[in-house]
Antibody, heavy 121, light 110 residues
Framework: QVQLVESGGGVVQPGRSLRLSCAAS????????MHWVRQAPGKGLEWVAV????????YYVDSVKGRFTISRDNSKNTLYLQMNSLRVEDTALYYC??????????????WGQGTLVTVSS | QSVLTQPPSVSAAPGQKVTISCSGS????????VSWYQQLPGTAPKLLIY???KRPSGIPDRFSGSKSGTSATLDITGLQTGDEADYYC???????????FGGGTKVTVL
């Protein structure tokens, strides 16, 4: 079955960087678009970014453009989110998720369990 | 402020029906499929409805979705205590070139 395991979260000061990883298994990773979605404590879901199966297409929510970069290594079945210039408002549980049909237009399913990023001085 | 608008909460007694609305625009719901997600307390979201009205295998037919114009609806019939959760609608937005989520609706079983 599909497994998505996020890692790399932690506590970081504002302005610093962090890289999240998502190890995928149970499906052909190199054929699937992948998403990052976040959820601030006690808040709703916010989509962050998506990358196509081959990495050629990437889209971001406006609030992270220029600061976050989504990437993938299909040889390692791993998705990444490089987060630079972190802000307090980036504090959230970050979910990795698969694009169910393999593209980037969803639906988004399934989801990992998330990794927590806390930005605080 | 979310691009897609959902009521913050709905409630009903066990066995009753609740309806959750999701309002958008031509750039999102009006021209794309809608998906719905259920998030039980302390867990990751789970796909409930996709392509506006299709259920993944394993999702009971008590859950149904529909779309009309720039709005979508999730119906839950035969409400159970285990249905207490947050529910989110989502779709692609052609103008933003981004996925957008509704603000979420908390379902309470009275």
């Amino acid at each position: 079955q599909v497994q998505l395991v996020e890692s790399g979260g932690g506590v970081v000061q504002p302005g610093r960087s962090l890289r999240l990883s998502c190890a995928a298994s149970g499906f052909t990773f190199s054929s699937s678009g992948m998403h990052w979605v976040r959820q601030a404590p006690g808040k709703g879901l916010e989509w962050v970014a998506v990358i196509s199966y081959d990495g050629s297409n990437k889209y971001y929510v406006d609030s992270v453009k220029g600061r976050f970069t989504i990437s993938r290594d299909n040889s390692k079945n791993t998705l990444y989110l490089q987060m630079n210039s972190l802000r307090v408002e980036d504090t959230a549980l970050y979910y990795c998720a698969k694009d169910r049909r393999g593209g980037i237009h969803g639906p988004i399913d399934p989801w990992g369990q998330g990794t927590l990023v806390t930005v605080s001085s | 402020q979310s691009v897609l608008t959902q009521p913050p909460s709905v409630s009903a007694a066990p066995g009753q029906k609740v309806t959750i609305s999701c309002s958008g625009s031509n750039s999102n719901i009006g021209n794309n499929y809608v998906s719905w997600y259920q998030q039980l307390p302390g867990t990751a979201p789970k796909l409930l409805i996709y392509d506006s009205n299709k259920r993944p295998s394993g999702i009971p037919d008590r859950f149904s979705g529909s779309k009309s114009g720039t709005s979508a609806t999730l119906d839950i019939t035969g409400l159970q205590t285990g249905d207490e959760a947050d529910y989110y609608c989502a779709t692609w937005d052609n103008s933003l070139s981004a996925w957008v989520f509704g603000g979420g609706t908390k379902v309470t079983v009275l």
